[in-house]
């Protein structure tokens, strides 16, 4: 339509006088005129109504300098996912590639002779403005860096030979003050090798090399880089750790669910679910921490006990009458690993396995939970709960639980979709044999893979979907389940990516674990200054909730101690 009133008005144009032919842009300079100040007051309009708004859960930052927007070439300053600037050539937990680079005499270098010793490597150029306003902190970052040990710092120049020469970039650094030399990444090899985006971009290595945490973007405040040092020299799982402990957790042992800003009355208010304790059992198994496992555990069997099954929820003090069937069985398992770690934890894992083989099967198959105080049980079976590897392990104890164990692995073996959304349905309803077709809440699809991931039996069309959705896109909170993201849930989950994680990690896929662990960082705070450093959430405390606290403790703790198992 547009070329075609483009091609009339230009044909009416040319048979007109110069008098009318004046007149008439006259009056095409008005309705131009007129139409753009409408525009600008609609939009004036939707902004202060608060129509137009990001999405929810998109974490957002300021864009890094890059070669792109200096130029005026590249994607508009403003707001953007900050995944976006991450390196693609390399990846969390993995090994720096091997890059080289030269000193201002030309001898070259490998990233790899600088192995053993902790190193912050930082890719900087002297005309970038991002640079010039880290850069003059690092004599202050190299001088604190001193209270984590003999930590080496690598500043590598991004010399592209127009914008950037050595001369420029070694007068500059002098001005600096720095006690390290200057490397020169020539023709920008390790720039291209590491597939980065933007610089600065600041890299922390662990003693081989190893990449454990990295910051896409300027470093200014000295709490921020402290944050990355205490990641780098206790791990990233320790800071998190720290906060569940400190910020979520009662006296008692209890974690609760909702972190609420400068008010700890507020936050211990909130409910105690049996999910959060056994993940943290589970956590600190892992890690072998047997303080933390009695103190959680302790929690369990003196708050939520219902004769061996475990109350799913506490709230305002009062425990529920009906468990979920997978805290405990997740429960279930991390007191047997406990019992061959430690010992002594034999008989509390019999009382719950024998409380599961006598209210949480029906009819021989297993259900979501038993309501003690009705004596009732559900006639559905969430999918999500079907962990294959611990109902085998009870069915090995249990021959009652046998049976059960078959029954959800059959049920497993029959839920996916289709072929075109190769996910999972949510539940399995007994009274009507079939699936029920309710949109798919993803942090539960994703506990339904994981756990098929252990057992081993994850399709290869899944598997590939996950990879599609990491490489390419995202994966929104909500489906239907004709693969369509749900209205009102277009965002994205923290914990959802930890789990996409640990299902790269268990399936030895480098390239989904990474992918994953990029999205699931954008949400972590790195403040030394707050009292939620370390938290996932929002970077004014709001939106941290217990869920997607734990479930990256426990992509941490897989990844931090797979060299050790």
């Known amino acids: 339509m547009r070329k075609k009133e483009q091609h009339f008005t230009a044909g009416r144009v040319i048979g007109m006088s110069n008098k009318n032919l004046k007149k008439f842009e006259k009056v095409l300079w008005i309705v131009f005129i007129t139409v753009g100040?409408?525009?600008?007051?609609?939009?004036?309009?939707?902004?202060?109504?608060?129509?137009?708004?990001?999405?929810?859960?998109?974490?957002?930052?300021?864009?890094?300098?890059?070669?792109?927007?200096?130029?005026?070439?590249?994607?508009?300053s403003g707001l953007s996912d900050k995944t976006m600037w991450l390196p693609e050539g390399c990846g969390l937990y993995e090994s720096l590639p091997e890059i080289y680079f030269e000193n201002e005499n030309g001898v070259k270098y490998s990233s790899r002779d600088f192995n053993g010793k902790k190193t912050v490597l930082v890719f900087w150029a002297s005309w970038c403005e991002d640079c010039r306003e880290q850069m003059p902190h690092m004599k202050e970052f190299m001088e604190f860096s001193k209270n984590f040990?003999?930590?080496?710092?690598?500043?590598?120049?991004?010399?592209?030979?127009?914008?950037?020469?050595?001369?420029?970039?070694?007068?500059?650094?002098?001005?600096?003050?720095?006690?390290?030399p200057v490397y020169f990444d020539v023709g920008e090899t390790a720039y291209q090798a590491l597939g980065m985006k933007n610089i600065p971009t600041t890299y922390f290595l662990d003693e081989e090399g190893k990449i454990i945490t990295w910051s896409a973007g300027q470093i200014t405040e000295k709490s921020v880089f402290e944050a990355y040092l205490n990641n780098l020299c206790k791990g990233n799982r320790q800071a998190t750790q720290d906060f569940v402990i400190n910020a979520l957790t009662d006296e008692e042992g209890g974690i609760h669910t909702t972190y609420v800003p400068g008010d700890t009355a507020a936050t211990l208010a909130s409910q105690v679910l049996s999910e959060s304790q056994g993940i943290l059992m589970e956590y600190a198994v892992r890690t072998g921490q047997k303080e933390l496992f009695d103190r959680t555990w302790n929690y369990v069997r003196g708050n939520m006990n219902l004769g061996g099954l475990i109350s799913w929820c506490i709230t305002e003090g009062t425990a529920s009458g009906v468990n979920a069937l997978l805290d405990d069985l997740r429960i279930y398992r991390a007191l047997r690993e406990a019992e061959k770690l430690w010992g002594g934890y034999a008989g509390d894992a019999a009382g719950i396995g024998g409380a599961i083989a006598a209210y949480a099967v029906q009819d021989g198959c297993y259900v979501d939970f038993y309501d003690t105080k009705n004596g009732q049980a559900a006639g559905i079976l969430t999918l999500c709960y079907i962990d294959l590897e611990t109902m085998e392990l009870l069915a090995g104890t249990y021959d009652v639980l046998r049976e059960a164990y078959e029954n959800a692995a059959e049920i497993l073996q029959y839920g996916q979709i289709s072929e075109t959304f190769p996910l999972f349905y949510t539940r399995y309803n007994y009274k009507t044999k079939s699936y029920e077709k309710d949109d798919l809440h993803m942090a539960e699809a994703m506990v339904t893979l994981l756990h098929m991931a252990k057992a081993g039996i994850l399709p290869e069309n899944t598997h590939d979907w996950l990879r599609k959705q990491m490489e390419y896109g995202s994966i929104m909170a909500k489906y239907t389940v004709d693969g369509e993201p749900v209205e009102g849930y277009q965002y994205e989950s923290t914990a959802v990516y930890a789990l996409t994680a640990m299902i790269g990690d268990t399936l030895g896929d480098a390239g989904l674990r990474g992918w994953a662990l990029k999205k699931m960082e954008k949400s972590r705070i790195q403040?030394?200054?707050?009292?939620?450093?370390?938290?996932?959430?929002?970077?004014?405390?709001?939106?941290?909730?217990?869920?997607?606290?734990?479930?990256?403790?426990s992509a941490y703790a897989a990844l931090e101690t797979i060299d050790k198992d």
């Open 149 to 180: 040990g003999d930590i080496q710092f690598l500043f590598i120049n991004r010399l592209d030979g127009t914008r950037e020469t050595k001369e420029n970039a070694a007068a500059y650094f002098q001005e600096l003050g720095l006690d390290a």
């Open 37 to 76: 100040f409408a525009g600008v007051f609609s939009f004036v309009l939707l902004c202060r109504e608060g129509k137009l708004q990001k999405r929810p859960a998109e974490n957002v930052s300021r864009q890094p300098e890059t070669e792109q927007n200096e130029s005026g070439t590249g994607v508009e």
């Open 527 to 553: 403040d030394c200054s707050r009292v939620y450093n370390g938290a996932f959430g929002n970077e004014d405390g709001s939106g941290i909730v217990s869920f997607d606290q734990l479930m990256p403790l």
